[in-house]
């Protein structure tokens, strides 16, 4: 990747971030997500009663809170370029339709990655109440963001389909809800009574849940890193056929 | 600088664009007509990368626009047919965004954004947020985005819609202006505008290009074109049109009579616009001592030339 290219996505992430701050949809968004946070955390977590020094009364709730917030977040990245006709001007631009792609989601990343900052209070409660493992926390925030990445590049997907950021989100939460659900161990307990092994570990396979749980128990494992890296990857890429099939049509 | 061979765009089954040829040169401005959904901006699009081509190719500046997509866009500014700008955006941020993408930065990006405020009139709202601004204005900064970095193809697909009189005529200026040394495509449905910018003109219908020429080659193609028309009082139809054939360089001759006057309409043996024939019989009636008070060569009117190659709906279904 040269210098140029860098340069252009970086022009492109700071034009979303710009959009995002000039809107009032950014300080709505974080106050929700930071008040969703305490409100799960602390009254639905039990995370007084619990009486431990760690986050996982925080950190479960995630995969729930950002099924909907995500894809809030995201919808509008493509989709609005498409209704409001900028997607001419940006794909006329001299740059690659990947250098787009790339640009938009780390926009937004990096915007939930500042959301999920702001919960620091959490960690400085429990940090004031007990003695944690301060790596399990770290690994637990580098889970969570993964997880907001690997649903936000899903977001990216799906609003790049349609220029109706409702049908956007609806989608998305739909695509996420069963990454969720495919290896959720309530769902997986049912299909274990009918379905054949094989199958439910396949189903599982493709669920976030598992690789969520191991960074909630403080385990920095290569492959779930991987595993979101390549949800990632691979929603992303299919966004650029998208993108394609749009312009050939 | 910019070459069009072949061009063919299907939109499923239909034809949208069909077999367009034509080249560009610099130091040329063309004016793109054509009725609505003629295929103009789909062409364009496929001009500026936006869409590929189904078949046929588009090079600007040596750069295959499929092949080398990046290179050629480098050369061009486009405004779409729409004018899209990034609404949450302030006028400012939006052409300093466009500058970056452009590879221009820090003090370059200032003087470049600062050069197209100056040549789009954008003084006033150049802190004002993109959706605030009234249609003209948006336009305005669609345009300014499009010249940002000082592109030597430029593709405008309708530059002067929804401009009050005063910018069309500055907007006008400033492509004459740019003329000089790049190259122009532009789409317009104002016919005056072709004879006021374009050095040439290219009618397109249906995705055909039907007409190919500079706008008095155009104008020429009127059925009336290099014909003189000469009022003159007093006098007897018959005579008038038998002394008007008898001259050397008139063909066909008609007159009418109206309220006392003598009407008549000599058309050139020749179809040549120039002013020969009308001097002859300026000639001739001062010896026959004839009293006029109308003589004029027709130069053709480019609004009936268009309706005559084009046809309109309603004749396309009869046939
Ligand atoms: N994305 C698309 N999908 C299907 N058909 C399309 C698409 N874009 C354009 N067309 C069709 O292609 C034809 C040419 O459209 P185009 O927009 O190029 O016309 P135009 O000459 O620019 O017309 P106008 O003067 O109204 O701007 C039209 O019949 C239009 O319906
Ligand atoms: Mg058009």
Redesign the interface.
């Known amino acids: 990747m040269t210098s140029?290219s860098l340069?252009?996505i970086w022009?492109?992430t700071k034009?979303e971030l710009?959009?995002y701050f000039?809107?009032p949809v950014a300080y709505v968004f974080i106050v929700i997500f930071l008040l969703m946070n305490g409100f799960f955390t602390f009254m639905l977590g039990n995370y007084f009663q619990r009486g431990e020094a760690n986050l996982n009364s925080f950190f479960m709730w995630h995969p729930w809170l950002y099924l909907f917030l995500v894809p809030a977040a995201g919808m509008r990245l493509w989709s609005e370029e498409r209704r409001?006709?900028?997607l001419?001007?940006l794909?006329?631009?001299?740059?690659?339709a990947w250098q787009a792609i790339i640009g938009k989601f780390l926009a937004c990343w990096l915007f939930l990655a500042l959301a999920l900052a702001l919960t620091f209070p959490v960690v400085l409660t429990t940090m004031y109440l007990g003695d944690p493992d301060l790596g399990s926390i770290v690994a637990g925030y580098v889970g969570s963001l993964l997880l907001a990445g690997a649903y936000l590049a899903v977001t990216v997907m799906t609003s790049a389909m349609t220029r109706n950021q409702v049908i956007s989100f609806i989608l998305s939460v739909v695509i996420c809800f069963f990454l969720i659900l495919a290896g959720w161990e309530p769902v997986t307990e049912l299909m274990v009574r009918w379905a054949p092994d094989w199958l439910v570990t396949t189903v599982a396979s493709f669920s976030v849940m598992p690789h969520f749980a191991q960074f909630q128990r403080g385990v920095l494992d290569f492959r779930d890193i991987l595993f979101f890296g390549s949800v990632i990857g691979f929603c992303l890429f299919c966004t650029s056929v998208v993108l394609r099939g749009l312009?050939?049509? | 600088m910019i070459t069009v061979e072949d061009l063919v765009k299907d939109?499923g089954p239909k034809r949208a664009v069909n077999r367009v040829s034509f080249t560009v040169q610099r130091g040329e401005i063309l004016g793109f007509l054509g009725p609505n959904g003629a295929g103009k901006s789909t062409t364009m699009?496929m001009i500026?990368?936006?869409?590929?081509p189904t078949h046929g190719k588009v090079v600007v500046g040596g750069h295959d626009v499929n092949e080398a997509p990046?290179?050629a866009?480098?050369l061009?500014g486009?405004l779409?047919e729409?004018a899209?700008?990034?609404?949450?955006?302030t006028v400012h941020?939006f052409l300093s965004?466009?500058a970056?993408?452009?590879?221009l930065?820090g003090s370059a990006r200032e003087e470049a954004v600062r050069r197209v405020v100056g040549m789009c009139f954008l003084e006033n709202v150049l802190h004002q947020?993109v959706d605030t601004l009234s249609k003209g204005y948006r336009h305005r900064t669609?345009l300014a985005?499009s010249i940002i970095h000082d592109p030597q193809v430029l593709v405008l697909d309708e530059p002067t819609d929804g401009l009050d009189p005063n910018q069309k005529h500055e907007i006008r200026q400033l492509l004459k202006r740019f003329g000089r040394d790049k190259a122009i495509i532009f789409s317009t449905h104002i016919l005056e505008e072709v004879d006021a910018v374009c050095s040439r003109a290219i009618i397109i219908d249906r995705g055909q290009v039907v007409a190919n020429g500079t706008p008095a080659e155009l104008r020429a193609r009127h059925e009336l074109a290099g014909s003189v028309t000469l009022r003159v009082q007093a006098a007897a139809a018959e005579t008038v049109r038998g002394r008007l054939s008898s001259l050397g360089t008139a063909g066909k001759v008609t007159v009418s009579t109206d309220s006392g006057t003598v009407l008549a309409r000599i058309f050139p043996r020749d179809k040549t616009v120039n002013g020969d024939l009308a001097r002859s019989v300026a000639e001739l009636a001062g010896k026959e001592g004839w009293r006029f008070d109308e003589l004029r060569t027709e130069e053709g009117r480019l609004d009936d030339v268009f309706r005559a190659i084009t046809q309109p709906d309603t004749r396309r279904q009869g046939a």
């Open positions: 140029e340069r252009n022009t492109i034009r710009v959009g000039n809107s409001v006709g900028t001419e001007l794909l006329t631009m001299p740059i690659s312009r050939g049509a | 939109f699009r500026t990368g936006f869409i590929p990046i290179e866009k480098r061009i486009y779409p729409s899209p700008c990034y609404s949450d955006m941020g965004f466009a970056e993408m452009r590879g930065h947020s669609c985005q």
